[in-house]
């Protein structure tokens, strides 16, 4: 099994639209999640950190669910420019390495 | 934020030859960098760990011989891929953790290495 899986999409949703994805990890012991935002061709950049209590920064919402090990992100009011893979990742506490997700693939249409 | 840099940002290279990739902090030191791979619409995939006056660690399934790693100062690591064949052709992407808080990974912009 995979550390970290996500549904690879493509998820195609017009300009407004909700969008929302999962990413399941296997290691219990992960302390730390993020969600990465990856360009074609580009190296990934750092969407937002996420907390146990959820957070959100601006139409993006993250949620962490330890029990049943799964974070998710939502992007409200869909723009053109949130076209884009997006990778989750994970890492335990003593190392600091990420292991990244294969990516969930949004396409914002006009 | 962070700034990382990698070079070269492209390289295409012969077969059997070998291609260094350079990954530096900018602004910042960095005791520790990664260095992961990334194939087309695959996940990036973590092949060793840079260690700045000590040797690297490297995942499982990774060849520490063919892919050498130097970390030679506080802002510099090298990944020498040796002998490369065109089964390595992939995005190379190096990491450090950030300046304020380590959980924090800054990318640099990645290499893409294509062996003919």
């Known amino acids: 099994r995979k550390e970290v899986e996500q549904d690879p999409g493509p998820f195609n949703v017009p300009e407004g639209a909700t969008v929302a994805f999962n990413c399941t990890y296997s290691n219990s012991a992960s302390q730390s999640f993020f969600w990465y935002r990856q360009d074609c061709r580009k190296e990934p950049k750092l969407l937002m950190s996420v907390y146990s209590s959820g957070n959100e920064d601006g139409r993006f919402t993250a949620q962490l669910n330890r029990a049943s090990q799964y974070i998710s992100l939502l992007i409200r009011d869909s723009k053109l420019s949130d076209s884009a893979t997006y990778l989750c990742a994970v890492s335990r506490s003593n190392d600091y390495k990420l292991s990244f997700g294969a990516g969930t693939t949004v396409t914002v249409r006009a | ?116």
């Open chain 2, 1 to 116: 934020g962070a700034v990382v840099s990698q070079h070269p940002s492209r390289v295409i290279c012969k077969s059997g030859t070998s291609v260094k990739i350079e990954c530096r902090s900018l602004d910042f030191q960095a005791t520790t960098m990664f260095w992961y791979r990334q194939f087309p619409k695959k996940s990036l995939m973590l092949m060793a760990t840079s260690n700045e006056g000590s040797k690297a660690t490297y995942e499982q399934g990774v060849e520490k011989d063919k892919f050498l790693i130097n970390h030679a100062s506080l802002t510099l690591s090298t990944l020498t891929v040796t002998s490369a064949h065109p089964e390595d052709s992939s995005f190379y992407i190096c990491s450090a953790p950030g300046p304020q808080t380590s959980y924090e990974q800054y990318f640099g912009p990645g290499t893409r290495l294509t062996v003919t």
